[in-house]
């Protein structure tokens, strides 16, 4: 039982540039959630799933998009990279809503020049 | 909407001190109330939460929170620090019957030997 792993755990972007980050979970959780998480930010949520189909904007979703055609997984796609994207992005899962215990991923970390 | 509050960025304590980690909310409904811990360059894991029923909550490794509704806080306690307890600590809050998270912008606990 792997949990909630991500894909690349390290990437560095040339603006305009796009990129996939990957998400995959094993614990045939409905949920799923994107963060981003700046310095002295906190979590900012970008988008999230409530299941395979089903998918709706978070607090900052502008220059991203995501798909869940699997319950396993949620990509989430960067078109036209900017320096505002730079962060870490954490993939989280949960068996269901708002009661239930996220658990995250380790983190993927973009810098975008 | 709502929003989380922690009041203190950095706290430094020594080893085997008492510690008390304040996070304030805001909500006009029902919520649930979460801590996270964050180990360097880990993903968040679930210390606590408060979902109903008795308003102090035992988590892991020892930590402790109280809900005090008419506060509407949610501070984190722990009787005696360890080194191991240096990390990132967030609160979180849901609406009871919503599907996003509102993080607070964190706490750094530095336990000084």
């Known amino acids: 039982n792997a949990g909630v792993t991500q894909t690349p755990k390290f990437r560095i972007l040339k603006i305009g540039q796009s990129m996939t980050l990957q998400c995959t979970q094993d614990?045939?959780?409905?949920?799923m959630y994107w963060y981003r998480q700046d310095p002295g930010m906190g979590l900012k949520l970008i988008y999230y799933?409530?299941?395979?189909?089903?998918?709706d904007k978070g607090e900052v979703p502008n220059g991203y998009n995501v798909s869940r055609s699997t319950t396993e997984d949620f990509p989430l796609r960067l078109e036209l990279a900017a320096p505002s994207q730079t962060s870490v992005y954490f993939c989280a899962s949960s068996l269901g809503r708002g009661s239930e215990t996220q658990y995250f991923g380790p983190g993927t970390r973009l810098l975008v020049l | 909407a709502q929003s989380v509050t922690q009041l203190d960025s950095q706290v430094p304590v020594f080893e085997e001190a008492p510690v008390e980690l304040r996070c304030n909310y805001s909500?006009?409904?029902?919520?649930?109330l979460f801590w996270y811990v964050q180990y360097p360059n880990q993903g968040l894991q679930l210390l606590l939460k408060y979902l109903s029923g008795s308003t102090l909550v035992k988590g892991i490794n020892g930590f402790e929170a109280e809900f005090n509704k008419s506060q509407t806080s949610f501070h984190l306690r722990k009787p005696s620090v360890h080194i191991s307890d240096t990390a990132e600590y967030f609160c979180a809050v849901i609406m009871n019957t919503g599907n996003q998270f509102y993080f607070g912008t964190g706490t750094s606990l530095t336990v000084i030997p």
């Open positions: 909500s006009s409904v029902s919520v649930y």
């Open positions: 614990m045939n959780h409905n949920y």
């Open positions: 799933s409530v299941g395979a189909g089903i998918t």
